[in-house]
């Protein structure tokens, strides 16, 4: 940033002492804002990677897939400090649908389908995340729901080359745009929670394996 000064008090001319004082001053006022911008993106770091952690934890302690959907959902909005949490799956025809939603509204969103035409699905399911400035203006949004946004984060759930869906954050209409740590956070948190999902799936899948092999057990006993 810039220090200016303008006039001097009684009107007189700024002395070289003057110059030096106020060189000092903005060295040390860089020097504190660069340290404040340091703390500042280690503390969202941290939050954003228990955020991670609370979702991989909560994910494997076990519940069916909605409930596992709804968590990430969830998460999502509370660490991107955003409107909604959105996720959506692979729907019909190449769309992707909203199946859980975190907002103070969610049944008006749970449902709805965006289709294969979107550009914005395209990316996706390319496994390519997409940043809107103004969701509402934007013309690669073409659902009514982005009528009420503003910035948003659409991420691909993408692990080992599979993309199980999309997840987005978006926050409301004049809120302000999302940083470029937040972008890169929430990249890693979106392929942390594809992840835990797919982690989730596995166990569940497991269970009712052994559940089946209990059975056929007891029915040859």
């Given at each position: 940033g810039n220090l200016y000064l303008t006039e001097k008090q009684h009107g007189a001319e700024f002395s070289?002492?003057?110059?030096h004082m106020v060189r000092v001053l903005a060295t040390e006022a860089g020097i504190a804002i660069g340290n404040a911008r340091l703390?500042?993106?280690?503390?969202q770091r941290e939050h954003w990677i228990d955020g991670s952690v609370a979702v991989t934890t909560a994910l494997l302690s076990g519940g069916d897939a909605d409930e596992a959907l709804s968590v990430v959902a969830e998460h999502a909005r509370r660490l991107a400090d955003?409107?909604?949490?959105?996720v959506l799956l692979p729907a019909g025809e190449?769309?992707?649908?909203?199946?859980?939603?975190?907002?103070?509204?969610?049944?008006?969103?749970?449902?709805?389908?965006?289709?294969?035409?979107?550009?914005?699905?395209?990316?996706?399911l390319a496994g390519e995340a997409v940043f809107i400035d103004d969701s509402a203006t934007d013309s690669r949004m073409i659902t009514r729901l982005a009528d009420r946004f503003g910035p948003s984060m659409m991420l691909p759930l993408h692990s080992g080359g599979r993309v199980l869906g999309a997840l987005a954050t978006p926050r409301s209409r004049g809120a302000r745009p999302f940083t470029e740590t937040e972008r890169t956070l929430a990249i890693q948190f979106a392929s942390q929670a594809a992840l835990a999902l797919m982690m989730a799936e596995a166990q569940r899948d497991r269970e009712r394996l052994a559940v089946y092999e209990d059975r056929d057990r007891i029915a040859r006993d």
């Open positions: 070289d002492y003057d110059l703390y500042e993106a280690a503390r955003s409107a909604a949490g959105i190449g769309g992707l649908e909203i199946v859980a939603v975190s907002s103070d509204d969610p049944s008006s969103s749970l449902g709805v389908i965006i289709p294969a035409r979107s550009t914005v699905v395209t990316k996706l």
